[in-house]
């Protein structure tokens, strides 16, 4: 199934690839190659993760273990569409 980001969330993950980069010098590939990872698992298997409960229907999301952010997406009937990629460590959800 084809994945798709919306802006929002391609937004986000620029901002979060550049500050890992800066501020993760042991592992500065690490966001990237989780978020590939989980793009790569959410194609083949899009009913990975869990429900979220945000007000929009049909929310899910997954967790990026290694650098914990979570990915939240909708599955649609040609695509999954995440619309957003948010910290889990900031104590809320992201508006969605």
Known sequence: MKVE???QADDQVGK?????R?????APELFA??????LTALDDTPTLGTRYEAG???????LLPRTHYHLY???EPDRLYVVAVWSAFRGRG???
């Open 73 to 75: 997406f909708l599955k």
């Open 22 to 26: 800066a501020n993760r010098p042991a």
């Open 5 to 7: 980001l919306s802006e």
């Open 56 to 62: 929009v229907e049909g929310i899910r999301r997954v």
């Open 16 to 20: 979060i690839d550049t500050w890992w």
């Open 33 to 38: 190659d989780e978020l590939e990872a989980a």
């Open 94 to 96: 992201p508006r969605l």
